[in-house]
């Protein structure tokens, strides 16, 4: 499935080696003025180009530059809806296709290489196709877009990079990519997610709980391993008589209290010093734009009913 969502939906296509990635996005109302340098500046974190903290080059050399294809109009120079489905795509610019010629017989360990061709017969091993972090460029264009309709609506969404390895303090997160770096590894890390102003009462009790939509929307990024709200898995050590925080989301609906979660992302599985070539040091590190994207596209989902 390459579609999200159910009133305002996104398809998501194109592989990481492939000569662009993109996307649809349906259900946006017209007249709807779209902040283009904010999209640009969610492209930028999710490449690395922004802060401080390590990627690899080749991510820092991706060149985003959207091409819009239908849905939009510049009017006084300002990129307005139409209230048609807003169709773009980003031209991959930096794909070495021959750093991967050694991996053309090789499945990686942690990688999706054997499951996709057992699934499919056949695999890109460019980059890992589909399942390259190049896919979630388009994600990222389009939950800003969904995050520019949620403020219209006072609802705000902000991800941060909370953990590197077993390491918390942040200010010990740039040694510990340093290290990964000239190891030529990588290592895992935890985002956490913080979402204010959703009003009481989104959500649904059963099958349609909040919690897990955006479990579902989360976890559907490449490398995303684990997903908890609110205090998650340390409920398990509460007692009944003890307050513990909700995450902003009892029986499956939202109380009208900040929502909290965090989702775990896996070490890459490409790494230098047993494939060569370039790779990420932390998944997570650029994941921060995605895991806010996913969310807003959960949310503006769910707002437009």
């Not at 609802?155 to 340093?178: K, M, Y």
Request: with cysteine.
């Amino acid at each position: 499935m390459n579609t999200f969502g159910r009133h305002i939906r996104f398809t998501d296509f194109g592989e990481s080696h492939g000569p662009a990635v993109g996307g649809v996005l349906d259900g946006i109302p017209s007249q709807v003025i779209i902040d283009t340098d904010a999209i640009r500046h969610d492209l930028d974190r999710r490449a690395g180009r922004t802060g401080d903290l390590i990627v690899s080059d080749r991510a820092k050399n991706e060149h985003d530059d959207i091409e819009w294809l239908s849905g939009v109009i510049y009017d006084h120079r300002q990129l307005v809806s139409l209230g048609s489905p807003i169709a773009f795509i980003i031209r991959n610019t930096d794909a070495r296709s021959e750093d991967y010629e050694n991996l053309k017989d090789t499945y990686r360990q942690g990688h999706a290489d054997l499951a996709y061709e057992i699934k499919y017969g056949i695999r890109d091993y460019r980059g890992g196709g589909r399942a390259s972090a190049r896919e979630t460029a388009a994600r990222v264009v389009a939950g800003s877009i969904a995050k520019q309709l949620l403020a219209q609506k006072g609802i705000h969404i902000e991800a941060q990079l909370c953990q590197v390895g077993d390491v918390t303090d942040p200010q010990q997160f740039l040694s510990v990519l340093r290290q990964m770096q000239q190891e030529g590894d990588s290592v895992g890390g935890v985002i956490q997610c913080r979402i204010n102003g959703v009003p009481a009462g989104i959500g649904e009790p059963i099958f349609d709980k909040l919690q897990a939509q955006l479990a579902y929307a989360v976890m559907s990024i490449n490398g995303c391993k684990g997903f908890e709200y609110g205090e998650g898995f340390a409920t398990a050590l509460r007692h009944g008589s003890e307050r513990y925080d909700s995450g902003g989301i009892v029986g499956g609906i939202a109380d009208g209290h900040t929502i909290t979660f965090r989702c775990a992302f896996k070490p890459t599985a490409t790494i230098a010093k047993l494939y060569g070539g370039r790779h990420d040091v932390c998944i997570a590190v650029r994941a921060v734009p995605v895991v806010e994207a996913m969310t807003a596209l959960t949310l503006a989902d769910l707002m437009s009913t």
